[in-house]
């Protein structure tokens, strides 16, 4: 069992950053394919970024891609994701999840194993 805790949501004006963190903890945690998703009421969850168990390739929705950075610390086990240029369409609960596949997390079928409780992130006009 993997247990994600999120962290770092909060209220930001439009243009500014955030940087949001998901503490990984349990057996092996380290080995899985880290990757964020949001999700706004009536909506359903979607992909934001990921990154493989090394940190060697990262994958971007379009729509945050050259606004967001996804990293982790695998000594620290903690996978973050740097949010700049911020939108009032970012706003949502922000997931942390884990998995065996960074690449899936991007397609129609993300495989997904385990799932963080969500932060959330306010961006005013």
């Known amino acids: 069992q993997v247990q994600l805790v999120e962290s770092g949501g909060g209220l930001v004006q439009a243009g500014g950053s955030l940087r949001l963190s998901c503490a990984a903890s349990g057996r092996t945690s380290g080995s899985y394919e880290m990757g964020w998703f949001r999700q706004t009421p009536g909506k359903e969850r979607e992909f934001v970024a990921s990154i493989t168990s090394r940190g060697d390739s990262t994958y971007y929705a379009d729509s945050v891609k050259g606004r967001f950075t996804i990293s982790r610390d695998n000594a620290k086990n903690t996978v973050f994701v740097q949010m700049n240029s911020l939108k009032p369409e970012d706003t949502a609960v922000y997931y942390c999840?884990?998995?065996?596949?960074?690449?899936?997390?991007?397609?129609?079928?993300?495989?997904?194993?385990?799932w963080g409780k969500g932060t959330l992130v306010t961006v005013s006009s």
């Open positions: 999840a884990a998995g065996p596949s960074a690449q899936s997390m991007g397609t129609i079928y993300p495989w997904v194993q385990y």
